[in-house]
Structures are given as C-alpha cells and as structure tokens.
C-alpha cells in the first residue's frame, strides 16, 4: 500500500474511531486510496498514529456505506467503482439539481446570483489554463452555489451526499475528459436562466447538463471496453 498520511489531530469531542472513519472516508472519495486498494489494518494504524481497534471499526463502518469491500480470507479493499451506481446517482442527480435550479431561479438574491457570475466568469475566463482538478472543484463550486440558492436545507443535504458518492468516480473519469466547452456552454445557459428568473429554463439545462455527462459516462465506458 502506498497510501501515507500525516498523523491524525485528535478531537476530545469526537471517538476516535469517528475521526478514523472520516479521513479514510475522505481518503477513498478523493482518491487518494484508489478502487481495488488492499485497506491493510496495522500499516494503517502505525500510518495514522492509532490503535488496530478504531482502524477496524472505521473499516467496518466504511463497509456499510458501500466504500469498502470485505473478501474473505483476503481482508479489506477500497470497493471498485461501479457504472451502474454511477449512472443511478445521475439519475436522480438529473431530477434533484433540476429542482434546485428551478427554485433557485426564484429565490436567489442578487448577491448570490453576482457570486455565482464570479465562478462562472473565472471558469469561462480561465479554463484552458486550468488544472484539471481545478476544473472539478470550481465545477462542484458553481453546481454548490445553486443547491445552496434553493434555499432548501433538505435539497441541500440530498445532494451534498449524492456529490460525495460522485466524486470518486469524476476523477478517474475526469482524467480523459475533454468536452469542457460543453461545461462551460451550459454553466452560462442555466446561469442566465437564473439571472432573468425563468424557473422552467433553468430546470430544463440543468436536467440536460446532467443528461450531457450521462452520455459521456456511457461513450467513456464504451471506449474503455474496447480498448481492455
């Protein structure tokens, strides 16, 4: 395993297999403990600076949300991941971001709509210079800005979560991505749809945003299994 880590801060608030729990869960989101990694409990634990027992228990835990994949007589592995899932959280993604769209359109105030033309003028004004992984987080930023304008805390959380699920498959996919003037083209369309409060246009480009990188995945799925 070659995954290293700076020893962990300790919270006097929170257990100790809680704060394990959350930085390998925001080690394998990330990417940084790759699909198909072996999760080998004592090289964590001298990694990390803790005990056997709260690696374990965190292990067990990640396990449960589907991050982690037991084998038996093997161990644990960070779990591959799967098209499917991937294709069933844009989905609902589709629906959920074409919802906070619409309501965004009618409760955005002007300050947050001036924020959110700052994202996307920096995404427009910056993107052949930009990193990739710079792509990604002003990407998140600008779709973040939106859920947040909806002004619905429950939406907010939904697609907090769905966004995490997301993310560790759009950077292995962002790696052979090139259609970024697609991103940027309907960024300005729902944007302007915000910014004149036209509910049912901002709904319709965000549903077809999502519907856009759905195609993708499947074009970039197809390609992959050729070349295999």
């Not at 403990?33 to 965190?58: C, D, H, I, K």
């Not at 294709?87 to 769209?101: K, N, Q, S, T």
């Not at 965000?206 to 050729?226: F, G």
Request: with cysteine.
């Amino acid at each position: 395993m070659e995954f290293k880590s700076d020893k962990l801060e300790i919270n006097n608030y929170k257990p100790l297999r809680e704060i394990v729990f959350e930085h390998l869960r925001k080690c394998i989101l990330s990417g940084e403990l790759e699909p198909g990694e072996r999760l080998m409990e004592l090289q964590l634990a001298e990694s990390l600076g803790v005990s056997r027992t709260p690696v374990r228990e965190a292990i067990r835990k990640l396990e449960l949300e589907g991050l982690v994949e037991m084998v038996a007589r093997k161990g644990a592995y960070v779990a591959d991941v799967s098209i499917k899932d991937i294709l069933d959280i844009l989905e609902v993604r589709m629906f959920l971001e074409g919802l906070a769209a619409y309501l965004a359109a009618e409760r955005m105030t002007d300050k947050e709509i001036d924020k959110l033309k700052e994202i996307l003028k920096k995404f427009e004004d910056e993107l052949d210079i930009m990193e990739k992984e710079d792509i990604i987080q002003l990407d998140i930023k600008f779709h973040d800005m939106i859920v947040k304008g909806s002004q619905n805390n429950k939406l907010m959380h939904i697609v907090q979560g769905l966004q995490e699920q997301f993310q560790r498959f759009r950077i292995i996919y962002f790696n052979e991505y090139n259609e970024y003037e697609d991103i940027k083209k309907y960024h300005r369309a729902i944007f302007d749809a915000i910014r004149e409060r036209d509910s049912k246009k901002a709904q319709e480009y965000a549903q077809t945003h999502v519907e856009m990188i759905e195609e993708s995945i499947i074009k970039w799925k197809k390609r992959n299994e050729i070349t295999k």
